[in-house]
T-cell receptor, first 113, second 113 residues
Framework: DTGVSQDPRHKITKRGQNVTFRCDPI?????LYWYRQTLGQGPEFLTY????????KSRLLSDRFSAERPKGSFSTLEIQRTEQGDSAMYLC???????????FGPGTRLTVL | QKEVEQNSGPLSVPEGAIASLNCTYS??????FFWYRQYSGKSPELIMS????GDKEDGRFTAQLNKASQYVSLLIRDSQPSDSATYLC?????????????FGAGTQVVVTP
């Protein structure tokens, strides 16, 4: 158990719809990361938070993507006007206050029809 | 050139043999290196981290790091069918070891009985 839960685990949506994913660390982990992984590729960094501050965003994170971490606990990732190219596994990861080791949650698999 | 490169495989290994996985990275100042294992349809799980040149052993796994050659490897001794998975190499780029990880595309390992 990595101490991170993600909801939903699977999401099927139609192109053009908005979707929101949630990541909940069991305890208040200092840094929280979002990655996207497509078939046959390694995870690609999207963004990360230290507490509630969003410290870095990838160029992959287009204007249709937004992430928040209110109060430095859970985080949400929203994709607006989904496209078929958004179909992927969306992974949340965390690291503690004195380590750079990242541990992943179970992921949310998004399918855009 | 990708920041982190791995042979995609599949790497077929007889049960009980040693599996050798290789990874090269492009950012010379990188300081933190990680190996993750990922079963099909699941999220990555950490195997081990390595920060200093040389070998680091953890059970049947040995990570090797050579910063001068920008090369990190993973050896799996006494390979078991349960080791059949994709192995991801991840590197912290220079400047912010607490931030994003850059992943290779992964090497698929198949352990044959």
């Amino acid at each position: 158990d990595t101490g991170v839960s993600q909801d939903p685990r699977h999401k099927i949506t139609k192109r053009g719809q908005n979707v929101t994913f949630r990541c909940d660390p069991i305890s208040e982990h200092n840094r929280l990361y979002w990655y996207r992984q497509t078939l046959g590729q390694g995870p690609e960094f999207l963004t990360y938070f230290q507490n509630e501050a969003q410290l870095e965003k990838s160029r992959l994170l287009s204007d249709r993507f937004s992430a928040e971490r209110p109060k430095g606990s859970f985080s949400t990732l929203e994709i607006q006007r989904t496209e078929q190219g958004d179909s992927a596994m969306y992974l949340c990861a965390f690291s503690g206050p004195s380590t750079d080791t990242q541990y992943f949650g179970p992921g949310t698999r998004l399918t855009v029809l | 050139q990708k920041e982190v490169e791995q042979n995609s495989g599949p790497l077929s290994v007889p049960e009980g043999a040693i599996a050798s996985l290789n990874c090269t990275y492009s950012d010379r100042g990188s300081q933190s290196f990680f190996w993750y294992r990922q079963y099909s349809g699941k999220s990555p799980e950490l195997i081990m981290s390595i920060y200093s040149n040389g070998d680091k052993e953890d059970g049947r796994f040995t990570a090797q790091l050579n910063k001068a050659s920008q090369y990190v490897s993973l050896l799996i001794r006494d390979s078991q069918p349960s080791d059949s998975a994709t192995y991801l190499c991840a590197v912290s780029p220079p400047g912010d070891s607490w931030g994003k990880l850059q992943f290779g595309a992964g090497t698929q390992v198949v352990v044959t009985p």
